[in-house]
């Protein structure tokens, strides 16, 4: 392959956007979410189709530069500089089949669009919290989502990925084709290609019981106690969390829930209604809510679960993976996110795990840490640069003091810039899956190319 390439060839290659640094346009190209991640490539592909990712691929190979990719940024973790990134958001095919179940989805296409494509035939996927997300960077991650104590992750349903590997092929990867490929890319998010579309499975979901109810702060205590036991016996059919939120006074939050600790119970029911409102009416009786929203929902509607902001903000976050979930385990978690508690964090969020997100699919795939996770803990801070140390330190503090009850891993979705180390990173896998990672890393990426992640470094 020539290293002679110039962006002229590039361009005349590709048929979106090709973008350096001084050109007009590239600071826009490069918006995100997660705005405390800033992103300063060498060149930006702005990819309308498979061949624009692979031409971008191509010239990044033969002049060693790393590949980033860029969808709609809520997972960025480590800084782009150097390197040719691709954006992602041109890439909008999306394709239900609703006899056969099952869904075509191209990289750029968001949750908040499949969503409602899918509610008009009566499907879902197993979608994530947050609607501004997209489907295809997820789903590589794990997908953990409301339906997951029933359904799994959402890799456990991909059926095909088209990628784009380092040697610039397009590969339509399933089970049968290339199983370790299948196996890795299910799970192991960025690391052995640019994946320009998926197909999976999905399920005859209409509706749901379920929504959110805030407690006023004060009655944190209660309810997370309660939400620990409550866990304990609620059925594959539920699945759940409390956050502690401490919302700012801006426009988007409602006034009720501006500038003060709330504790928000989330649930999502996927059985009859009135055994819904059975199984939530222990929570009802703890005290005067502050916005009760819970009850029979369509599934056009279930990103209002979780209420999550759609706006870019600059957040640090991190979690951790719990084991079991003791009364002292509460206690110390409202310790220093509680109502007494200094705390700086936007959402501390206990989520309850198991079922079917314990258990092996049907086509075992790379998504780490199931059997041993009862409970995934994720943490949430918004502040500039300057806030950057603080805000990291009081995260670690509480997941320090429940480290007697972690598993010592990781949620690969939930790891951010302050994980990206490689140490830090292999926590996202099992002891027995990351060898496997490393060995097919170093079959199909040997010189790392995808590597502006939370990187699986190649075995030598």
């Not at 292999?426 to 010189?447: C, G, Q, V």
């Amino acid at each position: 392959m020539s290293t002679q390439l110039s962006i002229g060839d590039l361009r005349a290659k590709v048929t979106g956007l090709v973008l350096l640094p001084e050109d007009e346009g590239y600071a826009e190209e490069l918006r995100t979410y997660n705005l405390t991640v800033v992103h300063a490539p060498s060149v930006v592909v702005g990819a309308e189709n498979a061949a624009d990712v692979q031409a971008a691929v191509e010239f990044a190979a033969a002049r060693d530069l790393p590949v980033a990719v860029l969808g709609a940024g809520h997972g960025s973790s480590v800084p782009s500089t150097g390197s040719v990134l691709i954006t992602t958001r041109r890439l909008t095919g999306l394709a239900i089949d609703e006899g056969a179940r099952t869904a075509r989805v191209e990289a750029g296409v968001r949750w908040a669009d499949f969503i409602e494509q899918a509610a008009t035939v009566g499907l879902a996927g197993l979608n994530g919290s947050s609607p501004t997300v997209t489907v295809v960077s997820y789903t590589l991650g794990g997908g953990l989502g409301p339906f997951g104590r029933k359904h799994g992750y959402a890799a456990d349903h991909v059926t095909a990925v088209e990628v784009v590997t380092a040697d610039g092929r397009l590969r339509r990867v399933t089970a049968e084709s290339e199983p370790d490929l299948f196996w890795a890319l299910r799970g192991g998010k960025g690391n052995f290609g640019v994946v320009v579309a998926i197909e999976f499975g999905l399920f005859p979901i209409r509706g749901f019981y379920g929504g959110g109810i805030f407690f006023p702060g004060e009655l944190s205590g209660k309810v997370l106690h309660l939400f620990r036991e409550w866990t304990a016996g609620v059925p594959e059919e539920m699945s759940g969390s409390v956050g502690l939120l401490h919302l700012p006074a801006l426009p988007f939050v409602p006034e009720p829930l501006r500038d003060r600790l709330v504790a928000h119970l989330r649930i999502t029911y996927l059985g009859d209604p009135a055994e819904g409102e059975r199984l939530v009416a222990p929570f009802r009786a703890l005290g005067e809510p502050i916005i009760d929203a819970v009850g029979e929902m369509p599934y056009s509607a279930v990103a209002e679960v979780h209420n999550d902001p759609i706006d870019p903000l600059p957040l640090f976050e991190h979690g951790a993976l719990l084991s079991e979930l003791p009364s002292k385990a509460v206690d110390e978690f409202l310790r220093l996110a509680g109502p007494d508690a200094a705390s700086p964090l936007v959402l501390a969020e206990i989520r309850h795990m198991g079922g079917a997100l314990a258990r092996p699919p049907a086509v075992p795939n790379a998504v780490g840490n199931r059997d041993a996770t009862l409970y995934n803990v994720f943490l949430v801070a918004a502040g500039g640069p300057p806030d950057a140390k603080a805000l990291h330190d009081y995260e670690q503090t509480l997941i320090d003091a429940l480290a007697p009850w972690s598993t010592g891993r990781r949620y690969l979705n939930f790891m951010f810039g302050g994980d990206a180390d490689p140490q830090t990173a292999a926590l996202a896998w099992s002891e027995e899956a990351y060898p496997r990672l490393r060995e097919i890393k170093r079959r199909y990426d040997p010189a790392n190319l995808f590597r502006i992640n939370h990187n699986i470094p190649p075995m030598n």
